[in-house]
């Protein structure tokens, strides 16, 4: 089983859209956890850091379940320039990522 | 500010060459890392440091050595290339493993191939 798992996409949607992803780790003890967004053939860039309680940042929410070993990242309202791949990172004593998330907003 | 500095940007190797790919961070931080990304498989780590001495493995270090002499130095050398190198590369900084809310910095990559 792979350490921290995404669903695979990819996801097309319209202008407008709303559009959930989600990730699944295996670790327990993981200590913190991120949503990356890697642009084609460019590094990843932080997109925001997931807490327990939730957290929002402007379009863009994350949800952390600990209990469940689960995170999302929910985007309102998709622009054209949010199209990108997403990751979802996972802390213990190192990094580890998904194998990320393709999103395209479409006109 | 420069943030992550990764050299070369590109790189074709013949099998059996060696080489050293270069990351240098001028942010003063203590976590530094390495990993490669291929196709449908996500970044993997190669090899990290959590400061100036100091460096372990990751989850596929086979075939690539490290040292980290400087806090903004932490060179990735490849010891004798293989087709299954050719990734692209990708170093990483941050203050320190667990400092979580504000992640790590990544460098833009150097895309290696070994023909």
């Known amino acids: 089983r792979k350490e921290v798992e995404q669903d695979p996409g990819p996801f097309n949607v319209p202008e407008g859209a709303t559009v959930a992803f989600n990730c699944t780790y295996s670790?327990?003890?993981?200590?913190?956890f991120f949503w990356y967004r890697q642009d084609c053939r460019k590094e990843p860039k932080l997109l925001m850091s997931v807490y327990s309680s939730g957290n929002e940042d402007g379009r863009f929410t994350a949800q952390l379940n600990r209990a469940s070993q689960y995170i999302s990242l929910l985007i309102r309202d998709s622009k054209l320039s949010d199209s990108a791949t997403y990751l979802c990172v996972v802390n213990l004593n190192d990094m580890r990522f998904g194998a990320g998330t393709r999103l395209t907003v479409k006109p | 500010n420069a943030g992550v500095t990764q050299t070369p940007k590109f790189q074709v190797l013949k099998t059996g060459q060696s080489m050293t790919l270069q990351c240098a961070q001028d942010?003063?931080?203590?976590?530094m890392s390495w990993y490669r990304q291929d196709p449908g498989m996500g970044l993997r780590l190669i090899h990290y440091?959590?400061?100036?001495?100091?460096?372990d493995q990751g989850e596929v270090p086979n075939g690539y050595n490290v040292s980290r002499s400087t806090t903004e130095d932490f060179p990735l050398r490849l010891l004798s290339a293989a087709p299954s190198q050719t990734s692209v590369y990708f170093c990483a900084s941050g203050a320190g493993i667990g400092v979580g809310v504000y992640g790590y910095t990544f460098g833009s990559g150097t895309r290696l191939t070994v023909v």
């Open positions: 942010m003063n931080h203590e976590y």
């Open positions: 440091s959590v400061g100036a001495g100091i460096t």
């Open positions: 670790n327990s003890a993981s200590q913190s």
